[in-house]
């Protein structure tokens, strides 16, 4: 179902090209001369989101405000609205994919279903946080950690590596979440770095020790704090969140050092669709996302990291350059297919 975020508004104006001061990640916009406003149709936008309607429905009911267009936002988890988009082929309706992890992005890069971005869209965030093509961009941050119970495992109890938690001494003590998104994303970055036999034998590992199995990675949390588990594999924002709402709490993130798997930083980002009719409202959008507003919104509603330069994280998250991350290319998780495959081979999903 659609999800009218604005009723639609009488533009006033011809659509705006965009683009990006790299020095800030502000929108600067520019009127066409070539189009009489005068005869200019009201703009609208179809967005496809996999990231949830609590979490991003007010920063895209703010872009409709600040810009006069008409967005429609079609929200379910980001394989789901991904795979809708291969299903629609050409006759989708999606103009933007806005999608919680590269994977994704990347799969549908595969099948041709994005458009280039221009360089001022790209040129805002690292390298390393968007596509090499350029058909998608990062708009934020977000790191796999391992929370934990300060006082069932504090942090010098840790191993230095993820894959470490095989040990029969975490029997009965570790959560995790296999239907998830973002944990199968990290599945498939672990299929890029161990090989499919490899990363079999970590998963055959961890159920071998009997983890505690939760819907998603929220619950996971609250499992650690209250100390139901010691350790939960999760993104890292979601304890912030739950801090915000409850205060001290005894759980703390831990980033496994030496650019361990443990430590991926993935990102959510958003890609135009292919043969979008209405390509320079997709652009605008996506351009939005890197604005300093949406930037500062991400930093400060919830707890991921900006990507846009100029944009500082919240004060209490590690800095990103600080995170030793592993050196894998975001762009080669787009096999989800095969990581879907092996997480049914295993009997977790």
């Not at 708009?139 to 300060?150: E, L, M």
């Not at 999760?234 to 739950?242: A, D, E, P, T």
């Not at 409202?281 to 996506?286: G, I, L, M, R, T």
């Not at 004060?315 to 592993?326: E, F, G, M, R």
Request: glycine share 10%; with cysteine.
């Amino acid at each position: 179902m659609y999800v009218n975020r604005r009723t639609l508004l009488k533009a006033t104006a011809a659509l705006l090209p965009v683009a990006i001061g790299a020095a800030c990640g502000r929108v600067v916009v520019a009127p066409d001369e070539t189009t009489d406003s005068s005869e200019a149709e009201p703009s609208s936008l179809t967005v496809y989101s996999g990231r949830g309607e609590s979490l991003v429905g007010p920063l895209l009911e703010q872009f409709g405000n600040d810009t006069g267009i008409d967005i429609q936002v079609k929200y379910g988890g980001t394989a789901e609205i991904a795979a809708t988009i291969l299903e629609e082929g050409n006759n989708s309706p999606a103009d933007v994919f806005y999608g919680q992890d590269a994977g994704a992005l990347g799969a549908l890069q595969l099948e041709n279903r994005l458009a280039a971005l221009p360089d001022a869209i790209l040129n805002a965030v690292e390298p390393r946080f968007r596509s090499p093509q350029g058909m998608w961009v990062g708009a934020s941050g977000r790191a796999r950690v391992v929370v934990h119970n300060t006082e069932s495992a504090p942090a010098d109890t840790l191993p230095p590596s993820i894959l470490d938690f095989v040990d029969p001494s975490w029997k009965g003590r570790i959560g995790w979440a296999p239907t998830n998104g973002s944990f199968q994303a990290f599945v498939t970055a672990m299929r890029v770095m161990l090989g499919n036999d490899g990363t079999r034998a970590w998963l055959e590992g961890i159920k071998a020790n009997e983890p505690k199995v939760y819907p998603k990675n929220t619950p996971t949390v609250q499992a650690a704090v209250d100390g139901e588990i010691a350790v939960g594999f999760v993104n890292h924002y979601y304890l912030f969140r739950i801090r915000a709402e409850q205060g001290n709490v005894p759980a703390e993130n831990y980033f496994p050092p030496n650019g361990d798997l443990g430590s991926l930083i993935n990102v959510a980002g958003a890609g135009v669709i292919a043969g979008s009719e209405n390509q320079a409202a997709a652009e605008q959008f996506v351009a939005y996302l890197l604005s300093q507003r949406a930037q500062e919104y991400f930093a400060t509603e919830t707890y991921e990291y900006p990507l846009a330069t100029g944009v500082a994280a919240h004060p209490d998250l590690p800095a990103l350059s600080d995170i030793q991350t592993p050196d894998i290319d975001l762009s080669d998780l787009a096999d989800l297919r095969g990581t879907l495959e092996l997480l049914q081979e295993v009997e977790l999903i």
